[in-house]
């Protein structure tokens, strides 16, 4: 059976393939070494593997287990989510245009300003969830890439990729799409026209919370693409053998994880949004969501699991509530199998994020006990 004909959920438990002939194992085998060796003609004995920087089997077989998953052309693993990012927008010329979507990952607003200040690229911000917004500041002139993050964080706005992409392709620019929040259980962005995806696999992709990682997924193997590929065996911003192997390790159950994650989130949000102590919840799967109707189409398996809500009172009454939690750990990240609350003004004060936002990453726990820490959290 070829992989191409075959369900994510399948795809995913045999993550890695075939067995290993050498061994007879049914998990791949991790070759740490840095060089491989050559025949005494000078052949390689190996015709792919010369040097680690760009070679490694496992590292290869996890790109190939997310190209699949994505249904792109390729997949290029980063040691981390940002050095994904960094990687494509290093392919932008001196001189040219980015338009990025404003209130997503902050570090990833940093990054850019900085680098595109230092390379004399224009960067413009826009609400790209405004659909119409997105459009006018694409027409404005020609760009280079367009990013959005859907859904975003810690906004939760949902960005319509279908729109996203005749924005895009009216300016000349790629569409790029941090999917990360979404899964590619949850969303394909290549699917629905996006040239480029991305995912910090340091979150629900590895889903364990003990491996960095990031990965791109392209829809066809470009000029761009072979760029990119090009500057990560020259440059070096590669995963190591082991950190693939325990991604590869980690995806075997992420079908699994993200369906109890997006039921304990909805059944969350459903409570959140009752209880008398929350002034609104940020969650595309509650019907209230402005972009609720959006989100279930392009989102056909649950709005993940990732949330925001505004707790009443100030800044104080947030923070104490975060801080009675017991089942939720106060830390930065999402996507693991443990739920997680951050206090995201603290963490970044200056972008407008309000006072009294926690945002919670929900994991694969006991719903019900999930809600009892919420509920003794808030003084139920
Ligand atoms: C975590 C995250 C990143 C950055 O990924 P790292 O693996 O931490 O470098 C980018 N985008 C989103 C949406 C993230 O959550």
């Not at 911003?237 to 590869?248: I, Q, R, S, Y």
């Amino acid at each position: 059976m070829d992989f191409k004909d075959m369900q994510p959920e399948t795809l995913l438990a045999q993550a890695g393939g075939a067995i290993d002939m050498q061994s007879g194992g049914v998990v791949p085998p991790i070759q740490p070494a840095t060089t491989y060796a050559r025949d005494e003609n000078y052949t390689p004995l190996n015709a792919d593997n010369i040097y680690s920087r760009p070679h490694n089997d496992v590292v290869r077989q996890a790109e190939h287990v997310l190209a699949e998953l994505e249904g792109g052309a390729a997949g290029l693993l980063f040691p981390s989510g940002m050095a994904a990012i960094a990687a494509l927008f290093r392919t932008v010329p001196s001189g040219g245009r980015v338009i990025i979507q404003s209130g997503i990952y902050w570090n990833t607003t940093k990054w850019i300003r900085e680098f595109c200040a230092r390379r004399q690229i224009v960067v413009e911000e826009v609400d790209a969830s405004d659909a119409a917004a997105l459009a006018a500041m694409c027409s404005a002139g020609p760009a280079n890439i367009v990013w959005v993050e859907t859904p975003s964080n810690p906004w939760l706005k949902v960005t319509d990729l279908a729109a996203a992409k005749k924005a895009a392709d009216s300016c000349g620019a790629l569409l790029a799409v941090d999917s990360t929040a979404a899964s590619p259980i949850l969303t394909n962005p290549l699917k629905l026209g996006a040239d480029i995806v991305m995912h910090s696999t340091t979150k629900v992709i590895n889903g364990h919370s003990d491996v960095l990682g990031g990965v791109l997924v392209t829809k066809e193997v470009t000029p761009v693409w072979q760029e990119i590929e090009i500057d990560r065996a020259g440059a070096g911003a590669v995963m190591g053998p082991f950190e693939a192997w325990l991604l590869l390790r980690g995806m075997r159950t992420l079908a699994l994880r993200v369906d109890r994650m997006v039921d304990n989130a909805m059944k969350v949000a459903h409570y959140l949004e009752d209880h008398p102590q929350v002034e609104s919840v940020l969650f595309p799967g509650l019907e209230s969501h402005p972009q609720h109707a959006l989100a279930k189409a392009q989102m056909p398996g649950g709005a993940g699991f990732l949330m925001s809500f505004l707790v009443k009172g100030s800044r104080e009454t947030a923070l104490q509530v975060a801080g009675k939690m017991k089942l939720f750990h106060r830390a930065t990240s999402l996507g693991g199998v443990e739920s997680l609350v951050e206090h995201r003004h603290t963490i970044e004060p200056h972008t407008g994020i309000p006072e009294t936002l926690l945002r919670i990453s929900i994991g694969v726990e006991n719903a019900d006990d999930l809600i009892a820490d919420l509920g003794q959290a808030m003084g139920q």
